[in-house]
């Protein structure tokens, strides 16, 4: 996962190319997916604000990683669009497109809001992001009720983007259940509790295969890093923990040695059982960065 924000004094192009030079040797390396942070603070250091347009640029710099934006903030954005373009990605890049929705707004910016942002003052926030989510879903997946009544999403009958719901709680798991959605938990929000619920989880999956007789996506969002001195790695996460995008909950950070730190994730996949594990690395260099997915791609034998 990574957000727009850099620390780094670098010229705002010379980081997008860093960025992908990170997603090709995560795809190089054999990590699964790669995820962009939609944000609008408007700060010097932030490198964009809705990703949707690097997504084809990092999908095309790859060979087979899923690209996507997790998540978007369909709240502020017309359905219709979103769905659109998404499947028109999910064609260009057949099984290799996610869509992740997200809550939030552009509150940030005050009068500079963009037209749509308005509506966030004259609606109930969570009623229009839930409008909007399932609006998007029904573009998407009910294909053949909108193709008879002369609405085409081209190209017809192709390729669909993974949807994916986040989270930071478990709210809005109720409406993965409604839309068929994946669920990524955030266990690095601030204010969360470490134990991400084994009870709620295992009853999603229940339920969800009930409903659609297939199994969901479940991932953990977590932030940290590693370091081959683990007191390097706590020297990082003191000093980077709240100085970005999101504010962190230090206590749900994961960070050590490198043995340390994949031990941490060992145990997080066989206690909930889940399918991946998402990193926000909380280093603000970029070659810590390739370091550290290479140290851990090693220590978990992923390539």
Request: aromatic fraction near 10%; charged fraction near 20%; include cysteine.
């Amino acid at each position: 996962m990574n957000f727009s924000e850099t620390n780094s004094n670098k010229h705002q192009l010379d980081v997008m190319q860093e960025l992908l030079d990170y997603a090709e040797m995560a795809d190089q390396l054999g990590f699964s997916r790669f995820w962009l942070g939609e944000h609008y603070l408007y700060r010097k250091l932030q490198n964009w604000t809705n990703p949707e347009m690097l997504v084809p640029v990092i999908a095309g710099y790859t060979k087979r990683i899923k690209v996507g934006v997790a998540g978007s903030l369909i709240s502020i954005h017309l359905p219709l669009d979103v769905a659109t373009n998404f499947k028109l990605l999910a064609n260009l890049f057949p099984g290799r497109i996610d869509l992740g929705f997200a809550k939030g707004g552009t509150k940030e910016l005050g009068e500079n809001a963009n037209s749509l942002s308005f509506l966030l003052k004259e609606a109930d926030p969570e009623k229009l992001f839930k409008k909007n989510a399932a609006l998007i879903a029904g573009y998407l997946h009910a294909e053949k009720f909108h193709f008879d009544n002369g609405l085409v999403l081209p190209p017809a009958w192709g390729h669909l983007p993974d949807m994916w719901l986040l989270g930071s709680s478990y709210r809005s798991i109720e409406l993965s259940l409604e839309l068929g959605a994946n669920f990524s938990r955030s266990l690095f929000h601030l204010q969360n509790t470490p134990d991400p619920g084994l009870d709620i989880l295992n009853s999603f999956r229940e339920r969800f295969y009930n409903n659609f007789r297939r199994m969901p996506g479940i991932s953990l969002a977590i932030a940290g890093c590693c370091h081959e001195n683990a007191a390097v790695a706590r020297q990082i996460v003191e000093a980077n923990c709240n100085s970005g995008t999101v504010v962190l909950d230090q206590k749900n950070i994961v960070y050590g040695s490198v043995k340390e730190f994949c031990d941490q994730l060992y145990l997080l996949q066989e206690k909930y059982d889940i399918d991946e594990i998402i990193l926000l690395q909380l280093y603000n260099s970029q070659s810590d960065k390739l370091k550290g997915i290479e140290l851990i791609a090693r220590e978990l034998n992923l390539c």
